[in-house]
């Protein structure tokens, strides 16, 4: 087992959800609720350091329910190691999950590209606004049930 999953497990017993391994790197399902708390316990012990998010993406796993997840990759100069942290949201029409701007500045574009494409909301970000789209469009384009022709 990784040591991010032994520090989650360790730390956030009941928040972990489930634990993969798939060719040397490890995938952590959590629960929400703690997201923040999670990500810093990730990125401050000494075990695992993971100080650099490298990206943020919001998923859509329709006709799956819960149907939205937002996943983390995170990776660790110190250890030379990568782990990736995925959270799955429970509210199908109004996804939101708290921001981890507060952790890694670099989440905050990040998180706005997810609000965007994917309609997922950030609570707590300093500027959660459309990033890519022009600013009256109207939906979501990266969900699976967005119309093809667009609008």
């Known amino acids: 087992m990784s040591k991010a999953a032994e520090l989650l497990q360790e730390k956030f017993p009941e928040e972990v959800v489930e634990v993969s391994e798939f060719r040397g790197e490890t995938t952590i399902v ?8 999670i990500c810093k316990a990730l990125r401050d012990d000494n075990r695992t350091s993971f100080r650099y998010l490298s990206m943020i993406a919001g998923l859509d796993y329709l ?9 983390y990759n995170l990776y660790s100069h110190k ?8 959270a ?3 509210d ?7 921001s981890v701007v507060q952790v ?3 989440a905050n574009w990040h998180e706005r590209e997810a609000y965007d494409m994917m ?10 606004r459309r990033i890519l789209m ?6 979501h384009p990266q969900r699976k049930d967005y119309p093809l022709r667009g609008k």
Do not use: C, E, M, Y
């Open 88 to 90: 799955l949201l429970a």
């Open 119 to 128: 309609g997922i909301r950030f609570r707590g970000h300093p500027d959660l």
């Open 92 to 98: 199908d029409a109004a996804p939101a999950i708290d």
């Open 79 to 86: 250890n030379k190691n990568r782990v990736t942290l995925k």
């Open 30 to 37: 959590v629960k929400p609720g703690r997201i923040v708390d």
């Open 104 to 106: 890694w500045n670099t």
């Open 134 to 139: 022009p600013n009256d469009w109207v939906g």
């Open 63 to 71: 006709p799956q329910s819960p149907r939205f997840g937002v996943v």
